[in-house]
């Protein structure tokens, strides 16, 4: 047991994008630093000279900060610590527990059990006879990643780590450098990978990985934050020992309901620079309005712009399948009621209950269900069959841009 605070690290290498696998071990281990006073570190294993870039990190650094996922201290970079690796190495080759093989420096992997309680999947044990001894240092002095690992891990104090299953295999030899350098391992802890829905591996066939895509896509941090904190959990099972499922529709669901209780006012920041590359300035009123009006039935802040834009201005309503066959099934119905509810929205208090009420009026008088007055409103506003309340979309558009509108969208007898 140790007594100081806990430190943990995300220690990414520098290869390519943020992937979403990276950003939820990331979340797991300053979730875990959070909770526990601990610190969080960050390491960039950039010791591949040749994939690692400066723009991958920067792309890496982007992504946690977009998550709110804070780090403590100065990010390591691994690349400066060459010094210490190759020290590493020659001490264990002076202590004749390495040895010198065509220029490399190879670790003599110790005979017998190497076990740990590993924090995900409880006991884990190999056999030191079934590991061969595996070279720590190439011929050029540079290291290999087990001993690079090792070495920064114990100066960077680590007392957990908390990594992908990818690296149990990897586990049993660090262990054994951790002890043959002098040092108690610190706890482990291996999270299971993230599968598609079809149950394999994920990959881009199965959409976006990258978490940056997720934030242009339109998702919230706070949605990703949670969706990723929540792979792999079941109500009742403490243990996340088994493969998380990443299902872009349940992230996209739980975008949606982080939408509906996002203030339009925190959203109008999201929203606006969509709206822009749609070439729509609106004033910030109105904008205003039709984010309220839209959000709870948005799974994405891109989602929220088109709606938006589609009250905004009617250029960008587009028909979509239902609506155009509720139109098809009784074009001569669908004209009517739209004719009898421009004659009555003129004279209407332009308010939400003084526009229910006028359309509500006009129903009973012709002897209809309020819905046979509603839906040909919101199909000619929208383009849809699913909106806010009528009388608030049309109280979000404005009469004059609602009644030119909807006069424009009477088709021809
Ligand atoms: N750089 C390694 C990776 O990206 C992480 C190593 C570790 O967490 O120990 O997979």
């Known amino acids: 047991m140790t007594t100081s605070a806990p430190r943990v690290r995300f220690a990414p290498s520098p290869t390519g994008y943020l992937h979403v696998g990276g950003a939820r071990t990331a979340l797991l281990n300053w979730l875990y630093a959070r909770h526990s006073s601990g610190k969080f570190l960050l390491r960039i294993e950039d010791t591949d000279k040749q994939r690692s870039t400066d723009e991958h990190t920067k792309v890496i650094l982007d992504g946690l900060t977009w998550l709110g996922l804070d780090w403590d201290e100065q990010p390591v970079f691994q690349g400066a610590r060459l010094s210490q690796h190759q020290a590493a190495a020659d001490r264990l080759l002076a202590e004749g527990k390495a040895y010198l093989d065509e220029g490399t420096i190879r ?9 740990w309680e590993d924090a995900v999947h409880g006991r884990i044990s190999f056999k030191g006879e079934d590991l061969k001894d595996f070279i720590i240092l190439r011929s050029d002095r540079t290291p290999i990643y087990n001993l690079a690992v090792v070495v920064d891990d114990v100066d960077m104090g680590i007392t957990l780590v908390l990594r992908g299953d990818d690296h149990i295999s990897n586990t049993p030899k660090q262990i054994a450098l951790y002890r ?47 969706f990723l904190a929540l792979l792999g959990w079941s109500p009742g099972g403490d243990r996340q020992s088994k493969a998380a499922i990443f299902d872009t529709t349940k992230l996209e669901w739980m975008n949606g309901q982080y939408l509906s209780a996002t203030s339009a006012e925190e959203l109008y920041p999201l929203v606006q620079p969509q709206l822009e590359r749609l070439g729509l300035n609106g004033n910030r009123d109105a904008v205003f309005k039709a984010i309220g009006a839209v959000k709870t039935r948005s799974r994405t802040t891109l989602d929220v712009a088109r709606q938006v834009a589609v009250r905004l201005d009617p250029k960008f309503v587009e028909f979509d399948e239902k609506a155009k066959k509720e139109v098809a099934k009784d074009p001569l119905g ?56 009528v009388n608030q979309l049309l109280y979000v558009i404005g009469k004059e841009a609602a009644l030119k509108r909807l006069e424009a969208a009477l088709p021809p007898i």
């Open 107 to 115: 670790f003599r992997m110790p005979p017998g059990e190497i076990a």
């Open 334 to 389: 669908y004209r009517a009621a739209l004719e009898a509810s421009v004659g009555v929205l003129r004279g209407a208090d332009w308010s939400p209950e003084g526009l229910e009420k006028t359309l509500r009026a006009l129903a009973e008088q012709r002897g209809v269900a309020a819905g046979k007055v509603f839906q040909p409103i919101r199909i000619a506003l929208t383009g849809g069959t699913v909106s806010e309340p």
């Open 180 to 226: 043959a350098l002098g040092h108690e391992p610190p706890q482990f802890g291996h999270v299971p990978m993230i599968n598609g829905p079809d149950g394999k591996k994920l990959s881009k066939r199965h959409g976006a990985t990258a978490v940056g895509d997720y934030q242009h896509l339109g998702i919230l941090p706070a949605a990703m934050r949670n």
